[in-house]
């Protein structure tokens, strides 16, 4: 049996007298509770070290505070009480603490008009902090969805005007033969190009409310956007979804301002920063655009 006791290094005082912004750990695998489901979840736990003159923090008192996001259903109240739980163990070395959370949300969504459904994955990023005794909790989520290009369905349809002149100019209009040249691709000589698009959304929880509406947040912007991407898939759905790009032509300007006027009714939201990326299919390179408000 040993005398020795054990060196405590984090706990011994430093000559640097430099505080830190942020010490802690990052990349913690944890389960939470999220929507009824348990999900596997990676969090980054820290706080300042304003005591300068302490060489360190104490990792395992923020790691082991951790444990209470495994028993209950996330929440802010949940989260603001886990950086409190930071605070007070390292009373007399720090005034703020972190928390960030990275999950995939997994949601079942219905098809367009098939009576099926499938899973999408939304990835999710839950940052909280207590600085100054002020809670706060920021939720980023990517929504992905269509673009179509407005100019290149208009360009597109002018090649189909011309391409009706030269079948038609000089002939007699027949009802029969316009309809079956509208069903044909020697008659629709053009499509527009679409793309993959993502709006990476970052929102401000307003003080004081007591949930955390992520699903609200996707399903907001995934109306206001008209084209989210789909899950199972038949051939009406592809049909519907056709029709929806047809009605939603979108520059990746008009996506941005989308957003914004449709993030800006949410009553739980104070503010937000928003970014919207079109993966190109005409161009090697994508079409971004930036919005916030309050952020
Ligand atoms: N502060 C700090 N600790 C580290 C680091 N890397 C590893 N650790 C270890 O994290 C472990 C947990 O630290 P503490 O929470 O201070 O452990 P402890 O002293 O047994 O716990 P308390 O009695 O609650 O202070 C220690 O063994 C540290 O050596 C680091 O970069 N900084």
Redesign the pocket.
């Known amino acids: 049996m040993s005398a020795f006791t054990?060196p405590?290094?984090?706990?011994q005082a430093t000559n640097s007298q430099l505080p830190l912004d942020w010490?802690g750990m990052c990349g913690i695998a944890l389960p939470l509770q999220i929507n009824g489901q348990i999900l596997r979840a990676s969090a980054d736990a820290g706080v300042s070290l304003d005591d300068g003159a302490s060489?360190?923090?104490?990792?395992?008192?923020l790691y082991l505070a951790l444990e209470a996001l495994e028993h209950q259903a996330l929440s802010p109240v949940l989260l603001n009480a886990v950086l409190e739980c930071f605070l007070d163990s390292h009373i007399g070395l720090s005034a703020s603490a972190f928390l960030t959370l990275r999950f995939e949300l997994m949601l079942k969504r219905p098809a367009l008009i098939s009576p099926l459904a499938g899973w999408k994955a939304y990835p999710v990023t839950l940052n909280a902090q207590l600085k100054d005794g002020v809670f706060h909790v920021e939720l980023f989520v990517d929504v992905e969805y269509s673009s179509t290009c407005p100019c290149s369905a208009a360009l597109a349809r002018q090649l189909i005007q011309q391409q009706f002149l030269t079948d038609f100019g000089n002939r007699t209009l027949s009802h029969e033969a316009v309809l079956s040249w509208l069903g044909s691709a020697q008659g629709i000589v053009a499509t527009p190009h679409s793309q993959r698009s993502v709006a990476k959304l970052q929102a401000r929880l307003r003080q004081g409310i007591n949930e955390l509406p992520i699903e609200a947040l996707i399903d907001h912007a995934e109306k206001a956007l008209g084209t989210a991407v789909q899950t199972a898939v038949k051939r009406a759905d592809e049909q519907a979804f056709a029709l929806a790009n047809g009605q939603n032509l979108m520059f990746c300007e008009d996506a941005a301002r989308r957003l914004h006027v449709a993030l800006k009714t949410l009553p739980w939201l104070g503010g937000f920063n928003l970014r919207v990326e079109h993966a190109e299919s005409l161009h090697a390179h994508d079409a971004v655009a930036h919005s916030q408000w309050h952020w």
Request: net charge positive; glycine share 8%.
């Open positions: 054990l405590d290094i984090a706990a010490v060489r360190g923090i104490h990792m395992s008192r």
